[in-house]
């Protein structure tokens, strides 16, 4: 069986690279990709939105509606994991022997988490809010701020972790920043324009449209960060604990 | 030329081939754990060839998500199942 799967991998691999020998030349600007849409964002991004980077520019706005699905992919998948391995303790079975206490936690681990995490949540909320003019953004910023959280968890225990961010404020986080960014996408749709055209909430906010645009994007931006720092913290309680939630690593 | 517009092909070689080597060991190595760290540097050499290609934002997301997190939540889900794989 692990030969023919092997011989099954070499031919598609074979053929793979053969296809990829049709490939434009990488980094090559007359490919169809280089010469339909993309001229346009790099161009106009600025003018349109006041973002210099137009990666952020083009997922927070013009690719909004892709943003927004996929920040809802991570909230259903953070949900399902949750709905998988999350178990109430009172329903564990009695005969599992309470796991062997631990020897004193490592002081160099603590010590080093404790002069790290605030260096990460302010590098965190650095690169969500800077995700307009440099690399980031909510997601990348998210992750971070997540995986500070990960990183108490890991070198103190899950409970510190878990005293300093609820489960139940993690998940209404979760849910929160889902809402944040459809609800900036509403809100749009009720000042008269479309469905996340930021451009409607200049009156709002009292700016042009273009500036709108851009603090639109912020908006959405942070939404996402909160879900995915949520999901992040609640995968890893969930899967580091095995759904009980009492001890982790 | 393919590589014209990377910075350093020399460069691009050396992490390719520790790309292959990374992906090779994580597939034949038994252990979970080391399998999941291992899994984590292949995320980061990976990381760095998005930086190569100049494509910054989706080497921080790589460097965040795959070499960070995802290392973490193998690694903290390999500890919870048996330790070694049967194949």
């Known amino acids: 069986m692990k030969r023919l799967a092997l011989v099954i991998v070499m031919l598609v691999g074979a053929l793979l690279l053969q296809a990829a020998d049709d490939l434009p030349d990488w980094g090559k600007p007359d490919t169809p990709a280089s010469v339909y849409l993309s001229p346009y964002y790099i161009q106009n991004s600025l003018a349109d939105t006041a973002v210099p980077n137009f990666v952020t520019s083009l997922l927070g706005d013009y690719r909004g509606y892709d943003t927004m699905f996929e920040t809802t992919v991570i909230f259903c998948a953070g949900i399902t994991v949750l709905i998988i391995l999350r178990r109430t303790p009172r329903r564990r079975p009695k005969e599992v022997p309470p796991r062997p206490e631990r020897e004193g936690r490592d002081i160099i681990l603590q010590t080093g988490a404790r002069l790290l995490i605030p260096a990460m949540q302010i590098f965190a909320l650095y690169v969500i809010a800077h995700g307009h003019h440099s690399p980031g953004g909510g997601f990348q910023g998210g992750v971070i701020l997540g995986a500070s959280f990960i990183l108490l968890a890991m070198c103190y225990d899950l409970k510190a972790a878990l005293g300093r961010l609820r489960e139940k404020t993690v998940l209404i986080c979760s849910a929160v920043g889902v809402m944040l960014y459809a609800g900036i996408g509403a809100l749009c749709l009720a000042m008269g324009r479309n469905f996340l055209g930021y451009a409607a909430l200049s009156r709002l906010l009292g700016t042009d449209e273009i500036m709108a645009r851009s603090h639109g994007i912020f908006g959405v931006e942070i939404g996402v960060a909160i879900t995915v720092m949520a999901i992040m913290f609640s995968l890893y309680i969930d899967l580091a604990s095995g759904g009980d939630l009492d001890e982790g690593l | ?87």
Request: charged letters at 15%; a negative charge.
């Open chain 2, 1 to 87: 030329m393919a590589w014209d517009a990377s910075l350093l092909w020399q460069f691009d070689v050396l992490i390719l081939l520790l790309v292959v080597i990374c992906a090779v060991a994580a597939l034949t190595i038994r252990d979970l754990v080391s399998c999941a760290v291992i899994t984590g540097a292949y995320s980061f050499l990976m990381c760095l060839m998005w930086t190569e290609m100049l494509a910054v934002d989706v080497a921080f997301t790589e460097a965040a998500v795959g070499a960070g997190v995802s290392t973490v939540l193998i690694l903290g889900t390999a500890l919870h199942i048996k330790r070694r794989s049967k194949d």
